[in-house]
T-cell receptor
Framework: DAKTTQPPSMDCAEGRAANLPCNHS???????VYWYRQIHSQGPQYIIH???NNETNEMASLIITEDRKSSTLILPHATLRDTAVYYC?????????????FGQGTTLQVKP | GAGVSQSPSNKVTEKGKDVELRCDPI?????LYWYRQSLGQGLEFLIY????????KSGLPSDRFSAERTGGSVSTLTIQRTQQEDSAVYLC???????????FGQGTRLTVV
C-alpha cells in the first residue's frame, strides 16, 4: 500500500473550515484514499473515502487532485468535538485483505 | 449488533498470565481485523480474518499472540505469558468483506503489571 504524508498538527478556529492535506504521490490506479479520525481514548471513526472523484457526506468533503497524488479533507464548520487525530490512508490495489496501514496522522486542535 | 463490540473494556493482568480479548463484529461482516495501539503510538496491524481463516497474520509480534474466529463471527485474541510491553489498547474492526469500509470497536485497554 502507498505511503501517505500528513502534517503532524494543525489548528483551526471553531466555526471555520478545517482543511487537512495529505500527500500520496505513489498511489496506484486502483487504490482508494480513506480518512479516519480518532478522538482521544476512542476507536478510529470512518469519515469518508474516494478513488478519483470528489466526495461529500454528512461529515466532510474529500477533494482529490486530478493526478491523485494528493487530497484534502474538509470539515466545513469545525466544532470543538472535531478535535482529534486524522488519518489519511491509501488502501486497496493488489492487496485483497483491505488492511488499513495507519501512519502518525494529523492532530487537529479546534480552538474556541 | 449495531456496532463492533469488544470485551472487556479494561483488563489488568499480572505479568506471565494469559489473557483473552473478545471481539463481536457487526452482524454479516465477513472480514475482521485486530490492531493494537501502545500509549502515544499509532495503530499497529496484527491479523486479518476472512470468515474463519486468517490469510494475513503478518502483524502478530510473537508466538505468544494468537487469534481465532469461530462461526464467521466472534473472534478471540489470546496473549500468553503476558509481558509489560504488551500493555496497549487492542482494537478490533470489521467490514462486509476485505477491502470494504472497516468499522472499529472501542477497544480493550490491557495493562500488564
Amino acid at each position: 500500500d502507498a505511503k501517505t504524508t500528513q502534517p503532524p498538527s494543525m489548528d483551526c478556529a471553531e466555526g471555520r473550515a478545517a482543511n487537512l492535506p495529505c500527500n500520496h504521490s505513489t498511489i496506484s490506479g486502483n487504490e482508494y484514499v480513506y480518512w479516519y479520525r480518532q478522538i482521544h481514548s476512542q476507536g478510529p471513526q470512518y469519515i469518508i473515502h474516494g478513488l478519483k472523484n470528489n466526495e461529500t457526506n454528512e461529515m466532510a468533503s474529500l477533494i482529490i487532485t486530478e493526478d491523485r497524488k494528493s487530497s484534502t479533507l474538509i470539515l466545513p464548520h469545525a466544532t470543538l468535538r472535531d478535535t482529534a487525530v486524522y488519518y489519511c490512508i491509501v488502501r486497496g490495489g493488489s492487496s485483497n485483505t483491505g488492511k488499513l496501514i495507519f501512519g502518525q496522522g494529523t492532530t487537529l486542535q479546534v480552538k474556541p | 449488533g449495531a456496532g463492533v463490540s469488544q470485551s472487556p473494556s479494561n483488563k489488568v493482568t499480572e505479568k506471565g498470565k494469559d489473557v483473552e480479548l473478545r471481539c463481536d463484529p457487526i452482524s454479516g461482516h465477513t472480514a475482521l481485523y485486530w490492531y493494537r495501539q501502545s500509549l502515544g503510538q499509532g495503530l499497529e496491524f496484527l491479523i486479518y480474518f476472512q470468515g474463519n481463516s486468517a490469510p494475513d497474520k503478518s502483524g502478530l509480534p510473537s508466538d505468544r499472540f494468537s487469534a481465532e474466529r469461530t462461526g464467521g463471527s466472534v473472534s478471540t485474541l489470546t496473549i500468553q505469558r503476558t509481558q509489560q510491553e504488551d500493555s496497549a489498547v487492542y482494537l478490533c474492526a470489521s467490514s462486509l468483506e476485505g477491502g470494504r469500509v472497516a468499522f472499529f470497536g472501542q477497544g480493550t485497554r490491557l495493562t500488564v503489571v
